[in-house]
């Protein structure tokens, strides 16, 4: 679906969020009587055999159920499960399964969309891997699938369920740095990204990340994480996208981009920038947002604030240059301290509190509806080489 075929199909309003969520009715009642959460994981590749474990160590979480194409990755899956569990090759044979109440979708980008679906005409609460949904017709699709459904559906940005993030978009917005100028966020990386390939056959279903029909490549697969969260401290989309990247490290076939950068556009004046590199790892991963106030620098499990001006600064002689910065905390700032759950783990925890409680998630489909827009208008900024104007999508 192209960009102006999605705004004669949906209408939204101008200035508003492009998705609202649903009112959720009466939920699918567990399968059991315990309120345990019996759960089927589809794709059972790197990420889906990394959350397995997690899942084992959740109260009232068990997985009965897994599911992928290839037979080396579906018995990694089972031999990880902490119990008994099924074995489907196919995602349809694992719906109709009346035992599974919810599933976890870890399958490659572009079947996103469809297996939620499937899984909601199924009558499962989905817990689905970001980025939600490839292109404008399937993000679109989802969206009023899930609106008219009873169930709960949770899209996989988990910093929406970090307390530490929470806290920190609660400072942000009550002025902790005042008012925003900027956001820089990058996600490098020194490696290849390649998986291994058992035969030739099989490149491009185990790599699928390299090639753009299966994959929104470095913005959809790691960028989408920091998109969410600007989208979230702002409560905004972008006006206007522009960026660049190519194929210029890793010359080895692959089609999706080795590094990429983008400058996300936002009411208000508002800038973001999401850089990601394949081939230098310093400083790994980083959101910095700047306000004229102060700074928040955020990792992966820490944060830090640096206060404009002299507010709890040690000056002194550095380099030769007197009344030069001298950093706090070697250099990082004043700490933010939150105690808090690894972010992943305390996703898949609200996931089975959202279903037992019948409570909308807080990272739910109008949320990755958005960040998944906003990862296609970035696709199309640098594979089309033109900016992006949002407005062409809701036809305003």
């Excluded at 090759?89 to 939620?116: E, G, M, Q, W, Y």
């Excluded at 401290?233 to 490290?249: C, H, I, N, S």
């Excluded at 508002?270 to 790994?284: M, Q, Y």
Aim: neutral net charge; proline residues 3%; hydrophobic residues 40%.
């Amino acid at each position: 679906m192209k960009r102006r075929d999605f705004v004669a199909t949906t209408g939204f309003a101008a200035g508003s969020a492009l998705f609202s969520t649903s009112v959720l009715g009466q939920l699918s009642k567990l399968s059991n009587a315990n309120d345990t959460l019996q759960i089927g994981v589809i794709g059972t590749g790197d990420r889906g055999n990394g959350l397995i474990p997690l899942l084992n160590k959740i109260k009232n979480v068990e997985v009965v159920a897994c599911c992928d194409v290839l037979p080396f990755r579906l018995e990694k899956g089972i031999s990880a499960v902490s119990g008994k569990a099924m074995a489907y090759k196919d995602h349809r044979k694992l719906l109709d399964n009346k035992d599974v109440d919810a599933v976890l979708i870890a399958t490659p980008f572009s079947t996103h969309s469809k297996i939620a679906i499937d899984a909601i005409d199924a009558g499962k609460h989905v817990f689905c891997e970001k980025t939600m949904a490839k292109g404008y017709g399937s993000i679109k699709d989802l969206v009023a699938k899930e609106e008219a459904s009873n169930v709960v559906f949770q899209t996989g940005h988990q910093y929406h369920s970090s307390k530490l993030y929470v806290h920190v978009v609660d400072l942000i917005r009550k002025g902790k740095i005042g008012k925003i100028q900027a956001f820089e966020c990058q996600w490098n990386r020194n490696g290849n990204w390649r998986r291994p390939v058992p035969s030739p056959e099989l490149e491009r279903v185990v790599n699928w990340r390299m090639y753009r029909e299966f994959s929104g490549g470095l913005l959809a697969e790691l960028c989408s994480h920091q998109i969410d969260f600007v989208n979230w401290v702002l409560e905004a989309l972008p006006d206007t996208v522009m960026g660049v990247g190519g194929v210029d490290y890793w010359k080895d076939g692959r089609e999706t981009y080795d590094n990429i950068h983008l400058i996300y556009s936002y009411p208000n004046g508002v800038k973001a920038k999401f850089t990601c590199l394949t081939a230098n790892a310093k400083d790994d991963y980083k959101i910095r947002v700047f306000g004229d106030k102060g700074t928040i620098i955020l990792d992966y499990a820490k944060a830090w604030f640096y206060p404009e001006g002299k507010m709890n600064k040690k000056m002194g002689e550095v380099d030769g240059v007197s009344g030069a910065t001298i950093g706090w905390d070697e250099g990082k700032g004043i700490p933010i301290k939150v105690e808090h759950t690894e972010p992943t783990e305390q996703a898949l925890i609200d996931f089975r509190d959202n279903i037992i409680q019948s409570k909308i998630p807080i990272s739910n489909v109008k949320t990755g509806a958005n960040a998944a827009l906003c990862v296609q208008m970035g696709l199309d900024a640098m594979y089309n080489q033109e900016i992006i104007h949002r407005k062409d999508i809701e036809g305003l």
